[in-house]
């Protein structure tokens, strides 16, 4: 298990407050501004966990979590993958957790639970 972490984020500001947020911890970024080319990064790098934004402007996050599911890559079944989103409607988890989401996380990002969420799956490098 290593410490690479996928972010799928149309927001550059979003992105830099992840890359910020989780460098700090140790761990590095693989960004992807789109969910086709977050969906190709997932299938060709060595990734540990995805944080999967749902609003993307080519094809949606539930749409990339399914993709990333069912992947001729057999290990991106199991990758865990975060939904982080503004979406906050009733059924919105629901859908991301049907899509292939293991956790749900609602925008704006609280560092604090980011942290949370990700050592959950991931510990970070700079406790080993």
């Known amino acids: 298990m290593g410490n690479n972490i996928l972010y799928v984020e149309d927001n550059p500001d979003n992105m830099l407050l992840v890359q910020r947020a989780l460098e700090s911890r140790g761990y590095k970024l693989l960004k992807a501004e789109n969910g086709l080319k977050g969906v190709t990064m997932a299938e060709a790098e060595e990734v540990d966990l995805i944080l999967l934004d749902i609003n993307l402007p080519d094809i949606d996050g539930y749409e990339v979590a399914r993709r ?33 989401c293991d956790v749900y996380m609602s925008k704006p990002i609280n560092i604090r639970e980011l942290w949370a969420r990700v050592e959950a799956f991931v510990p970070s490098p700079l406790n080993k």
């Open 68 to 100: 990333i599911r069912s992947s001729a890559k057999h290990a991106l079944a199991y990758v865990p993958i975060i939904a982080v989103t503004a979406n906050a409607l009733k059924g919105d988890a629901e859908k991301a957790l049907a899509a292939g």
